[in-house]
Nanobody
Framework: QGQLAESGGGSVQAGGSLRLSCVAS????????IAWFRQAPGKEREGVAG?????????DYADAVQGRFTISRDSAKNTLYLQMNSLQPEDTGTYYC?????????????????????WGEGTLVTVSS
């Protein structure tokens, strides 16, 4: 069974940056949809950025983070990253890494949410004003 482990969360002031990491291990196949989701207190979980590892795309993003966040992968390290710049208080929440074998495009990864098969435990990001 696949396992995901996020790290890199923390507390920053508005305008600051963080880089989240997600190490993927024990996945049978190396082509899958992998994405970052977040959940703020009292709100539903939402997609932040997603990428299909079997494609040629560079990822798809939620409108709220477009231009500020960048998703990337180091396939040799089986690690997914989320570089977050110009953080705002509304970016506060628990960030999760998730994987699915059922989606085959960056956009589908971004919007899958309940369709993801594997989830990490999450890492907390707090942005103060």
């Amino acid at each position: 069974q696949g396992q995901l482990a996020e790290s890199g969360g923390g507390s920053v002031q508005a305008g600051g940056s963080l880089r989240l990491s997600c190490v993927a291990s024990e996945f049978t196949y190396n082509q899958y949809c992998i994405a970052w989701f977040r959940q703020a207190p009292g709100k539903e979980r939402e997609g932040v950025a997603g990428i299909y590892t079997g494609g040629r795309g560079s990822g798809d993003y939620a409108d709220a983070v477009q231009g500020r966040f960048t998703i990337s992968r180091d396939s040799a390290k089986n690690t997914l990253y989320l570089q977050m710049n110009s953080l705002q208080p509304e970016d506060t929440g628990t960030y999760y890494c998730a994987v699915s074998y059922s989606y085959y495009s960056d956009y589908a990864c971004l919007t899958a949410r309940s369709g993801m098969d594997y989830w990490g435990e999450g890492t907390l990001v707090t942005v103060s004003s």
